[in-house]
């Protein structure tokens, strides 16, 4: 029934999209970020979601070595597919970082991994818990992604790479574009990639039981693909949580539209295990 002022009473969810610009001490430059925020909401038509009591889970969703924040509003039905489980998901704008601190550029990996979770924690009203954290991307994002959860296994309780550049100890010996020497430039200088922190398969290599489950994902048509392998059977080795979803496909939005979907239904939301 409506209540005194004419209003139906809220009984679930719709989301609200929250475009944040905002100045970055990391960077020392202002910068933006997408957020996708659970809204109670009753009388939305045609977007119904739902969610528990409380602060909100959250997935911070990175972008590929060509785009920007607003590329997964764009591209997918991220929005749509969030509804139903009440869940946030932040995607922040990392340039062509690869999510390090660069060399020759600016510092996106303290960014991403100490002040966004603590920039959106003062702005919004997400969940704090490791159990309700999550962390995906595609690409380069997918390569920040992993690299995130492998470094701060404290913070993610699952983590998912869709066709990520996982492998880029050998990616930078062995560029596929002309572009890809001056990103390696920029990011690593002359510094050695190779079992650093900066290294995702070297960082399997001290992975340990706190490694939240990672699912990768790669179109066997893609060009990363073969980078992908190494870091499965590398994860593999480890014995670590892993679910894999390699399948026909290329380095597309196609591929990357339905395969988010699959990565949300795999997320250890409200007590399910991933896997």
């Not at 004419?6 to 970020?33: H, I, K, Q, W």
């Not at 930078?172 to 510094?191: L, N, Q």
């Not at 990768?216 to 499965?232: I, M, P, R, S």
């Amino acid at each position: 029934m409506p209540t005194a002022d004419g209003l139906s009473p809220v009984r679930s969810l719709t989301m609200a999209l929250v475009r944040c610009d905002f100045y970055s001490e990391a960077l020392g430059l202002n910068t933006s970020m997408q957020v996708i925020l659970p809204q109670p909401a009753a009388s939305q038509i045609g977007l119904a979601g739902a969610g528990a009591e409380g602060d909100p889970p959250v997935l911070y969703l990175l972008h590929g070595l060509t785009d920007d924040e607003t590329i997964w509003l764009r591209r997918t039905a991220i929005e749509r597919y969030a509804a139903p489980l009440g869940l946030a998901v932040v995607m922040p704008r990392a340039e062509r970082s690869f999510y390090a601190d660069e060399v020759h550029g600016n510092r996106y990996w303290t960014f991403l991994s100490e002040e966004l979770p603590q920039v959106c924690r003062s702005l919004f009203r997400l969940s704090t818990r490791r159990e309700d954290t999550f962390v995906a991307g595609l690409s380069m994002g997918g390569y920040g992604a992993v690299k995130w959860a492998l470094r701060r296994p404290d913070r993610f309780a699952a983590a998912a790479s869709l066709s990520g550049a996982l492998n880029v100890a050998h990616r930078r010996d062995h560029p596929t574009r002309p572009v890809d020497a001056a990103v390696w430039h920029t990011v690593w200088g002359d510094r050695q990639v190779p079992d650093t922190d900066d290294d995702t398969v070297a960082l399997l290599g001290t992975a340990g039981p706190d490694t939240p489950p990672l699912y990768v994902a790669c179109g066997t048509e893609d060009f990363l693909y073969e980078d992908n392998l190494t870091f499965v059977e590398a994860a593999r080795a480890r014995g670590l949580p892993l679910t894999v979803d390699f399948s026909p496909g290329d380095h597309d939005w196609a591929y990357w539209d339905a395969k988010i979907s699959d990565v949300l239904a795999w997320l250890p939301l409200g007590g399910r295990a991933g896997g």
